[in-house]
């Protein structure tokens, strides 16, 4: 005798401005949530890296050391360690608390657009313009690389980790994704350049966003269509996609100052929530709550469910 | 009897010691053996022999000191009181008994010498015995001569003696002349400083100035020259051990003097010591050191140091230095002719003084200098005898003051270095090459140098019809797309295409068949007729297969090398090499993944799988088992291929071990059902891997090129831009360029397309429907903005106009600042626009504002006078509220710069419409 289970909470879009940081840093490259959702880092493009509290809007740090805009960055597990990529062509690993670069790793020929740590943050995966993934040891001294991913053809635009996984997003119009495990690479191809690529939060999809203003759901297993998202535009810039917390709507930002959300099963447009005048520069999504963090014209906002109440 | 004995006795003579008798049964002695024999000196003591045996060398205590503690030394005396007899310590302070005894190094005994002997005596003796010594076999023997010869000398030499006659002297009637300057005695021994000359022995001889008329001197001694012929195997110039040198001789050795060394050598030989040089003492000689019974060491002292030698030239003797070439300065003053017979400097001996001077060096003046000439250099630009170019050039010419009547006049500046290269026959440089043409081989080149010439031609016939044909391609719908580029090709090729090309030579037929077709379309049939060359066996398909073919062939070959050289590169692996290392397995062709992407068909079709190896450290990072622990590779397999495989370039479904095999090979069996019978061009190519055949190379090398540069959006506009910068040839090859991009879509992607799609069995017209579905979707593709641009005026697209409708677009592309030329730059996508470019624009904007506010202003004025002079008596009211509107727009405007400072948040997208709004 079982109890039906309980509805799950209808989800709930972030539709709500509750913070907004003025981050100072000039045009922001990225805001990225930390692992469990409690602080965020923004990259300028001053060179610098800071760490806020976005719920409550105070600025934690800043981190300088890069020798020219910040163009993504990835805190690891244990918020310990930062990890952030440049204009520059090098990935920084930095130390939280003192705010020192631990270390910089050279060897990408190109700006550095994305990075990301790996679960337990011992390898950093970099992608950059050179069209190289590069996967850097962040426990031995080398200098190198531990590998180099150079099936791309052209720039890498977005990576995405998950367990076994390497996804890549490449400007030359494929999704790729490295099965450690089985040691296979898959190859998608989209056609349009991609310009962020992520993983559904049950790893079954993976969604990508191209420059045909269009967001693809693929399987992951068999790269077939499972959805397909128009409706923002996204032809010039390189804009991030997101899931939402519950897999239930996919997310994008726009050129034309909004964020689109659409449910994901149905593919219909659910929130077109403006968010300023200029193009949306990045877009997080907390990992636990209908939590969005929008970096446009110089600023962080954050965005929650109608029924939050700041206290 | 006993007496005669005893006589008998007395005769013998017994030479040694006799041994004792032998007593009965005594057993003979044994020998000392030879390790066991002793040496002992004179007073007993043991003499070691120095390393001889004993493997070392042990001078020293042994034989020479006497006592362990070293040397004894001397008792000290306080000089204080005995300062005036300083001793000088000589050599033979330091030598041993035996270097004074008889036979030692500086034998000290008396020998037999004759009392009376003068030591010019001596030297005679000594020249003698030195002659001797170095001619005896063995070196130094004749010293025991003097032990032998006669002590008395002999009675010719008492006589001579008597008559006055001394040693040293000649022997003849005395001389009334200068006497030549003899030299200090050499053989006096002067330790420590030396004495003032005056003071030196047979002074008498040398002091004296004034010279009596009655003094007669004796002649001189007459050397006698010693002929005897070298016979030993010494070196030249090899003493012996000579002791009378290590005390009384003079160290001439001790100088080598590199000038005058062998004279120095033979001097000695015959006996004349000289002793010019600063005489230093000290025992020299190959024998020092060296025991009695060894046999020559190595001269281990001997230290041969540059001090030895002379650095500088210098002044033989200090008298007569001008020998030879002579110090110039002696002469230097001197001018011309009559330097010969100032020349008062020493002759060499063989030489005379010329009579007569030589005739004077004739000077030849400069060249004078043409009246034209300018003294200083400037490049000229190299000029290309052309059409377009000949104004230029004879401006050029004549800025330069210069005429070249034409190339066959050149002069050898107007020769390019390749010109000058073939001239003086050099080899050619290996570098970047400049065209497509270095790649080729040499048939190709000329193939294709025809080609060039017979499309120039074309060009100039019809320069004008090109850009509309262009746009019209490009806007051409997928249907009759095949058919318009068909069209186009009976015009342009029309007189291109030689019959020197053989794309097709493997098969012969279908070569005949092309040239056939090649024939007609130049004399201007429609291609549509041209159906009757085709193979009638073939199935229609096959027929329109191979139509196409031709056309494309026909079209490539009609292609410039400029268009492709642009898309070579120089070649990554060396020539030599066969073999080249590929990835094993490549991503697909584009082609059919674009179709499927556009019909939405994701999953098999857009798919590529790959065998992965990950680093091994990857795996342990992620903690993941390595998929392949046996496997030393990273990254994707590579496998060794035919570098001008077709292969290398086409992707070709290979059995792999990967997870899709089965269905590949089902596919293949499917495809094997499908394929026709008849073969086709690549069927050829894939049963023989033709290495030589450059054109399936081009046309799949150009595609792979073609792919890449469709890719990003960004380089298309980029291209137009240059595109427009450029002259009008350049257009023609871009637009030729886009024609190629287009028939340069394989044929393959239909194979590609049933392998694909085996599953859902597709008829061969829904394929070439495919085919030409394509079409549009690449020029869609190049860029929607170039695509209005071609829209918007098809004559030219060029990069102003796709900015002016970017612009135009909206928002997002406003900021036309720095940042988003450096973003254009680059490829993929642009960075979002950064927030200060924002703000620039926002001031332009404001700028833009207040203009447009003034400009209201203005209107607003206008009216108002208007106002003014119809309604007077409202004008105050009027004044009062444009004063009021016009300090709310200083308002607004002010509070917009304020916020801008306080924030930098503001307004930085706004558009010059939403501020006219406001």
Not at chain 2, 92 to 119: C, N, Q, R, V, W
Request: charged share 30%; net charge neutral.
């Amino acid at each position: 005798m079982a109890f039906p289970r309980p509805r799950p909470a209808r989800p709930e879009l972030p539709r709500q401005r509750v913070q907004t940081l003025q981050c100072g840093q000039g045009a922001v490259r990225a805001a990225r949530f930390n692992a469990d959702g409690n602080y965020c880092l923004t990259c300028g493009s001053d060179k610098t890296l800071k760490l806020w509290n976005p719920h409550k809007g105070t600025a934690l740090r800043t981190y300088q050391g890069h020798g020219y805009e910040v163009l993504d960055a990835a805190g690891s597990f244990d918020n310990s360690q930062i990890c952030s990529g440049g204009a520059d062509k090098a990935v920084a690993l930095w130390d939280v608390t003192t705010g020192q670069v631990v270390r910089k790793y050279r060897g990408h020929a190109g700006k550095v657009n994305c990075v990301q740590f790996n679960e337990e943050a011992t390898v950093i995966v970099s992608g950059s313009i050179d069209s190289t993934v590069r996967c850097w040891d962040c426990r031995s001294r080398r200098p190198d690389p531990i590998q180099v991913l150079d099936e791309a053809k052209d720039g890498i635009s977005s990576v995405k980790l998950s367990a076994h996984e390497i996804l890549t997003g490449s400007v030359d119009g494929r999704v790729r994704r490295y099965d450690l495990r089985t040691g296979q690479l898959f190859s998608d191809y989209i056609g349009s350049p991609i310009t962020s690529v992520c993983f559904s939060k049950d790893g079954q999809c993976v969604l990508a966003a191209s420059l045909d203003s269009t967001l693809r759901l693929l399987d992951k297993d068999t790269g077939e269509l499972l959805g397909e998202y128009t409706g923002h535009r996204s032809t010039t810039y390189r804009l991030d996609c997101v899931l939402n917390e519950q897999d239930t709507h996919v997310g994008c930002a726009s050129e034309d100052g909004h964020v689109y959300f659409w449910d994901l099963l149905e593919g219909s447009l659910a929130l077109s929530l403006p968010v300023g005048q200029g193009v949306v520069q990045s877009l997080a999504f907390h990992p636990r709550l209908p939590c969005l963090l929008v970096a446009t014209q110089g600023q962080v906002t954050l965005w929650r469910e109608d029924t939050f109440q700041p206290e | 009897a006993v007496e005669s004995s005893d006589s008998e006795e007395e005769d013998l003579v017994s030479y040694g010691s006799a041994l004792q008798p032998l007593q009965e049964g005594e057993r003979i002695k044994k020998p000392v053996p030879l390790q066991e024999q002793t040496v002992k000196d004179a007073k007993g003591r043991y003499q070691r022999f120095h390393g001889a045996f004993t493997g070392g060398f042990s001078a020293g205590y042994f034989n020479t000191v006497g006592t362990k503690e070293g040397w004894t030394p001397s008792a000290f005396v306080s000089s204080r009181q005995k300062r005036a007899d300083r001793t000088t310590l000589g050599p033979e302070d330091f030598m041993d008994e035996e270097d004074l005894s008889e036979f030692g190094i500086a034998p000290k005994d008396i020998t037999t010498t004759d009392d009376f002997a003068s030591k010019a005596k001596d030297r005679i003796k000594e020249k003698a015995r030195q002659i001797a010594g170095v001619v005896a076999p063995i070196p130094g023997t004749t010293a025991f001569d003097d032990l032998i010869g006669p002590s008395k000398i002999t009675v010719g030499v008492e006589l001579l003696r008597k008559m006055g006659w001394k040693e040293g002297q000649g022997i003849g009637p005395r001389v009334k002349r200068k006497p030549c300057r003899q030299k200090p005695d050499p053989t006096v021994k002067i330790y420590g400083c030396a004495l003032p000359p005056g003071l030196s022995e047979g002074s008498e001889d040398e002091e004296d100035e004034y010279q009596p008329e009655n003094v007669t001197f004796a002649p001189k001694d007459v050397m006698p020259v010693d002929l005897t012929p070298k016979e030993n195997v010494h070196g030249l110039g090899y003493k012996g051990l000579d002791p009378s040198q290590a005390l009384f001789g003079a160290s001439g050795r001790e100088h080598l003097n590199l000038f005058t060394g062998g004279s120095e050598e033979t001097s000695n030989l015959l006996g004349d010591l000289r002793h010019s040089k600063g005489r230093k003492l000290g025992i020299t000689g190959q024998a020092f050191g060296v025991g009695a019974l060894e046999e020559e060491d190595d001269d281990i002292y001997a230290t041969d140091t540059l001090s030895k030698y002379d650095t500088v030239l210098k002044d033989e003797e200090p008298g007569d230095g001008l020998y030879g070439w002579t110090a110039p300065k002696q002469y230097k003053s001197k001018k011309g002719p009559e330097r010969e017979f100032k020349y008062i400097g020493k002759v060499l001996a063989g030489f005379s003084l010329a009579s007569k001077s030589s005739a004077p060096i004739k000077i030849y003046p400069p060249p004078s200098l043409p009246r034209n000439y300018r003294p200083f250099h400037y490049f000229r630009p190299v000029i290309m005898a052309g059409n377009e170019n000949c104004h230029l050039q004879k401006a050029l010419e004549e800025s330069t003051g210069k005429l070249e009547s034409g190339p066959a006049h050149q002069s050898r500046h107007g020769l390019n270095a390749a010109q000058r290269r073939e001239q003086l026959g050099e080899t050619e440089l290996k570098g970047p090459a400049p065209s497509i043409l270095e790649y080729l081989c040499e048939k190709d080149r000329e193939r294709l140098k025809e080609v060039k010439q017979a499309s120039e031609q074309q060009m100039k016939a019809k320069p004008v019809s090109q850009p509309s044909s262009n746009s019209r391609l490009q806007s051409a719908s997928p249907e009759d797309a095949a058919l318009k580029w068909r069209t186009l090709l009976e015009g342009q090729l029309a007189n291109a295409g030689s019959s020197d090309f053989k794309p097709f030579a493997k098969n012969p037929e279908k070569q005949k068949r092309y040239e056939n077709f090649v024939k007609s379309l130049k004399q201007g049939e429609k291609v549509d007729t041209l159906e009757r060359f085709l193979d009638p066996n073939m199935t229609e398909w096959e027929r329109g297969r191979e139509q196409e073919e031709f056309c494309r062939a026909a079209m490539f070959y009609r292609s410039s090398n400029s268009t492709l050289s642009s898309r070579f590169t120089r070649a990554k692996y060396e020539d030599d090499v066969d073999k080249v290392e590929v990835p094993r397995d490549q991503e697909n062709d584009i082609d059919d993944k674009e179709t499927a992407v556009k019909m939405k068909m994701f999953g098999k079709l857009t798919r590529d799988t790959f065998e992965w190896h990950p680093d091994k450290l990857l795996c342990r990072r992620f903690n993941v088992r390595d998929p392949y622990p046996d496997s030393s590779i990273v990254g994707l397999p590579k496998v060794k291929r035919d570098k001008y495989s077709v292969f290398n370039f086409l992707t070709v479904p290979e059995p792999t071990t990967s997870v899709t095999q089965a269905t590949k090979e089902k596919i293949q069996e499917s495809n094997s059902l499908n394929k026709p019978k008849k073969s086709s061009r690549w069927d050829v190519s894939d049963k023989e891997k033709e290495k030589k055949d450059s054109i399936s190379e081009f046309i799949s090398l150009a595609r792979s090129k073609a792919d890449t540069q469709k890719q990003p959006p960004a380089p298309a506009t980029e291209e137009r831009g240059t595109g427009t910068t450029e002259s009008v040839p350049t257009v023609v090859a871009d637009e030729d360029k886009n024609q190629e991009e287009e028939s340069g879509r394989p044929p393959m992607d239909l194979f590609k397309a049933i392998f694909v799609s085996s599953s859902d069995e597709k008829s061969s017209s829904s394929e070439e429907e495919s085919d030409e579905e394509q079409q549009p979707t690449t020029s869609e593709r190049q860029s929607e903005t170039t695509k209005e641009a071609d829209i918007a005026d098809s004559s030219s697209s060029n990069l102003q106009e796709t900015a002016t409708t970017t612009t135009g677009s909206g928002i997002s592309s406003l900021p036309t600042s720095k940042q988003e030329l450096d973003a254009a730059e680059e490829f993929g996508p642009k960075l979002p626009p950064a927030f200060s470019s924002g703000r620039f624009c926002k001031h332009l904007d404001r700028k833009e504002k207040h203009r447009k506010i003034r400009e209201r202003h203005k209107t607003k004025k206008e009216r108002k006078r208007k106002k003014e002079k119809k309604k007077k008596h409202k004008k105050q009211k009027n004044k009062g509220k444009h004063k009021n509107k016009k300090s709310e727009k200083d308002s607004s405007s002010d509070t917009t710069d304020s916020s801008d400072s306080l924030s930098d948040m503001d307004t930085t997208g706004l558009s010059p419409k939403e501020l006219l709004r406001r």
